[in-house]
C-alpha cells in the first residue's frame, strides 16, 4: 500500500521537488516500507519520536524536523538532523547553533513564516525575520545555515486562498533572497505543500513537499499537530 501511494505520488512530482515523507506517528514498520520503495527522506515533528526512529532504521536516511522544536529539545536530533523546517524565532536559532556546535556540526534550516491565516499556526513575520537576519548574533552564528523558507497554509478547502498563501510565501523567499542572500546559491529552498494541496504548492513554486497521510494514510488522533 504504502509502495503504491508513493509511486503514484512521485508520479506527479517533477523531480527537482523534493518528496518528504511525513511519517510522525507511524510505526517503526510503515518507515521501513517507505524506505525498501527507495524513500530515503522522512519528515517528524516530535523530537524524541525523530530520534528513536533515527536509532532503528538505516543510516542512509535523510531526517527533517517539520514541527515546533522546544530548545530543551534540540540536543535529542542535533547529532543527525539533516535539516530543520521550523525555525519560528531568534531564540530558537541560537539554541540550534549551540547544540550544532555541540556536535561539531553545520545544521541547515529554513525560517518558517506565517502565512496561514489562523493563529494557530506557529511562524515569523517579514519584520521578525528581517531583524534576526540582520542581527550582530546572527551573523556570529557559525553552525547553522539558512537554505530557504517553510509554511504552512490555512486547514480549508478554498485552494484560491491556499494559492494566494504559496504566492505570500515565495514572495518572501523572493524579498529575501533578493536582500539577504543574493550571493548565496544554497539559499534555495521552499517547503510547502501537503496531501491536501502539495500540487497547488508545486505549482507557485514549491522546491520541497511535505506529504503524510497520502502516503501512509490517516493518522490517529484528530488534532494536526
Ligand atoms: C503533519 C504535517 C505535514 C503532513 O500532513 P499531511 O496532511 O498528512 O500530508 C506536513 N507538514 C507539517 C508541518 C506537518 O506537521
Same mark, same amino acid.
Given at each position: 500500500?504504502? &509502495?503504491?501511494?508513493?509511486?503514484i505520488? $512521485?508520479?506527479t512530482?517533477?523531480?527537482?521537488?523534493?518528496? =518528504? @515523507?511525513?511519517?510522525? %506517528? /507511524?510505526p517503526?514498520?510503515?518507515?521501513?516500507?517507505?524506505?525498501?520503495?527507495?524513500?530515503?527522506?522522512?519528515g517528524e515533528?516530535?523530537?524524541?519520536?525523530?530520534?528513536?526512529?533515527?536509532?532503528?532504521l538505516?543510516?542512509?536516511?535523510?531526517?527533517?524536523?517539520?514541527?515546533?522544536l522546544q530548545?530543551?529539545?534540540?540536543?535529542?536530533?542535533?547529532?543527525?538532523?539533516?535539516?530543520?523546517?521550523?525555525?519560528?524565532?531568534?531564540?530558537?536559532?541560537?539554541?540550534?547553533? &549551540?547544540?550544532?556546535?555541540?556536535?561539531? $556540526?553545520?545544521?541547515?534550516?529554513?525560517l518558517?513564516?506565517? =502565512? @496561514?491565516?489562523?493563529? %494557530? /499556526?506557529?511562524?515569523?513575520?517579514?519584520?521578525?525575520a528581517?531583524?534576526?537576519?540582520?542581527s550582530?548574533?546572527?551573523?556570529n552564528f557559525?553552525?547553522?545555515h539558512?537554505v530557504?523558507v517553510?509554511?504552512?497554509?490555512?486547514?480549508?478547502?478554498?485552494?484560491?486562498?491556499?494559492r494566494d498563501?504559496f504566492?505570500?510565501?515565495k514572495n518572501?523567499?523572493?524579498?529575501?533572497?533578493k536582500?539577504?542572500?543574493?550571493?548565496d546559491?544554497?539559499?534555495?529552498?521552499?517547503?510547502m505543500?501537503?496531501?491536501?494541496?502539495?500540487?497547488?504548492?508545486i505549482e507557485?513554486?514549491?522546491?520541497?513537499v511535505?506529504?503524510?497521510?497520502?502516503?501512509?494514510?490517516?493518522?490517529?488522533?484528530s488534532?494536526?499537530?
Amino acid at each position: 500500500m504504502i &509502495k503504491d501511494n508513493l509511486n503514484i505520488i $512521485r508520479e506527479t512530482i517533477p523531480s527537482d521537488v523534493t518528496l =518528504i @515523507a511525513v511519517s510522525k %506517528t /507511524k510505526p517503526i514498520s510503515d518507515l521501513q516500507e517507505a524506505y525498501e520503495a527507495n524513500q530515503r527522506i522522512f519528515g517528524e515533528n516530535k523530537a524524541l519520536e525523530m530520534r528513536d526512529k533515527y536509532q532503528e532504521l538505516p543510516k542512509d536516511i535523510q531526517w527533517h524536523f517539520i514541527g515546533h522544536l522546544q530548545t530543551n529539545k534540540i540536543k535529542y536530533i542535533a547529532p543527525f538532523v539533516t535539516l530543520i523546517h521550523s525555525i519560528d524565532s531568534a531564540s530558537l536559532l541560537e539554541a540550534v547553533n &549551540k547544540e550544532a556546535a555541540k556536535n561539531n $556540526r553545520v545544521i541547515n534550516c529554513l525560517l518558517q513564516f506565517h =502565512i @496561514a491565516q489562523e493563529d %494557530t /499556526k506557529f511562524g515569523l513575520n517579514m519584520e521578525e525575520a528581517k531583524a534576526l537576519l540582520e542581527s550582530e548574533n546572527f551573523k556570529n552564528f557559525k553552525n547553522i545555515h539558512i537554505v530557504g523558507v517553510m509554511g504552512m497554509a490555512t486547514f480549508t478547502e478554498n485552494m484560491n486562498q491556499v494559492r494566494d498563501e504559496f504566492k505570500t510565501l515565495k514572495n518572501i523567499f523572493e524579498t529575501l533572497k533578493k536582500d539577504y542572500f543574493n550571493n548565496d546559491d544554497t539559499f534555495k529552498e521552499i517547503s510547502m505543500g501537503m496531501s491536501d494541496d502539495y500540487p497547488v504548492a508545486i505549482e507557485e513554486g514549491a522546491t520541497m513537499v511535505r506529504v503524510g497521510s497520502k502516503i501512509f494514510g490517516a493518522r490517529n488522533y484528530s488534532v494536526n499537530s
